[in-house]
């Protein structure tokens, strides 16, 4: 009987309900669990990171019920021991990326920043708190320029890696930018105003500005 009505008038039904309910409807039959599959019934879905850490990235990126959800928390998970394909999936699938205080080794950096400078999808990246000291400045400017969000709390960035990204800020896509707890007590100013003019939303807190740069 549940096959008199066309399957995208299911879908159009089975948009109303919540989660839980939707789940219920997927125990009914193999009919109703197939229609519950359509990944447009699950962009709400917030991406469980303890599933994540129990099961790997992996897991996560065959489940195709979630192929349309576009944001993901991996905050203070231990990725080292994903694969670097998976983390550049990652970056390729996902709009928003929130990483704050991830483990992840060198390699895994690179090639987070490397998908990022190509990716179509990207809009949101929160580094907080991982170290991005020893990235190539240029890796970091370019992964970060085509963002309209960026989060760089506590990242250790350094004087170069500062310079070469300021200066990209007036024709890069960052309209929010957050440097708090990075010292940026010995950059010109002229790298600051150039910031300050172009980005809409800007945190500075605990940057260690100086009286002359906050003049």
Known sequence: MADILPVEL???ILEFLPGKDLCNVALVCSYFRRLTEEPALWTWVKINRDKIEE???DQLLSNHRLTKVKEIDISYLDLTNENNDNLRKVVEHFQKIRMRYSNV?????EAILKTAITSKVLQDLDLDSVGLSDMHRDLVAKA???RSTVGLNNTGLTYDQLVTLLMSIPTSKILNLTLSGVNLSELPDQYLCSTVSKVKTLDFNNAQLTPDQLS
């Open 144 to 146: 970060l320029v085509g």
């Open 55 to 57: 099961n790997g990235i």
């Open 105 to 109: 080794t060198e390699a895994q950096k």
């Open 10 to 12: 299911w879908w159009k």
